[in-house]
């Protein structure tokens, strides 16, 4: 069946612009994360979403990032007055809903490369 | 308060030899554990899980982690490595009963596999 798909693959912005981030996640799948992935660092945790639960916003470094689950699947990550700092490679990943007896294994997209000149 | 540590950045191995990739975590609850596998310009993909039930687990392409509450580790094994194991490895930890279920990721292990 279908992955997590992301979109576009590689976003190449000037500094000062806005950029938008696309992610798909698998059907029936409530959970979904957006990471931070630096080059030769490990993933930084930006936001979670469930269902329709408030999401979790406690990683965003600014709030110049944002992001928003429509319909609880498909789901946006906007960077707004984009700065060199923010190129990295962001990954979306989605999940069944994790309760309290189990946690689901995440499926991760292919990244969205984002390079600010 | 959930964290993990890989004990080494990067680890050389010459093909056919063992891997042994080092991963100890804290966790205020009984943690559900997690190896990724992340292949060069690929999206990461799971290796193996621990969720509370076996404490050995047997993953993809011939890796194995052994959950050890008393030592809190979750290293990842494999008996002979091949070419195609060379990526970048992430321990994983989640405290499912109660405590974040925010995945902590590791910094990530680089294995490097030498002919």
């Known amino acids: 069946g279908a992955g997590v798909s992301q979109s576009p693959s590689n976003k190449v912005t000037e500094k000062g612009k806005d950029v938008e981030l696309r992610c798909d996640p ?3 799948h409530t959970a979904l994360y957006w990471y931070r992935q630096s080059l030769g660092q490990g993933l930084e945790f930006l936001i979670y979403f469930q269902g329709n639960s408030a999401p979790d916003k406690s990683g ?3 709030d110049r990032f944002s992001a928003e689950r429509t319909g609880g699947s498909v789901s946006t990550l906007t960077i707004q007055r984009t700065q060199q700092e923010d190129s990295a490679v962001y990954l979306c990943a989605s999940s069944l809903p994790t309760d ?3 946690a689901y294994e995440q499926y991760f997209g292919p990244g969205t490369r984002l390079t600010v000149t | 308060a959930q964290s993990v540590t890989q004990l080494d950045s990067h680890v050389s191995v010459s093909e056919g030899t063992p891997v042994l990739l080092r991963c100890n975590y804290s966790s205020s609850y009984s943690p559900s554990l997690f190896w990724y596998v992340q292949h ?6 799971l290796l193996l899980k621990y969720t509370s039930a076996a404490t050995l687990v047997k993953g993809i392409n011939g890796f194995e982690a ?3 509450k008393s030592e809190t580790s979750f290293h990842l094994t494999k008996p002979s490595a091949h ?3 060379a990526a970048e490895y992430f321990c994983v930890v989640t405290g499912s009963s109660g405590g974040s279920y925010i995945p902590t990721f590791g910094r990530g292990t680089s294995l490097i596999v030498h002919p």
């Open chain 2, 66 to 68: 052994e959950f050890k």
């Open chain 1, 100 to 102: 309290r007896a189990l």
């Open chain 1, 26 to 28: 698998i059907s029936g």
């Open chain 2, 83 to 85: 070419m195609s194991d």
């Open chain 2, 40 to 45: 060069p310009n690929k999206g990461l993909q």
């Open chain 1, 60 to 62: 965003l470094p600014s």
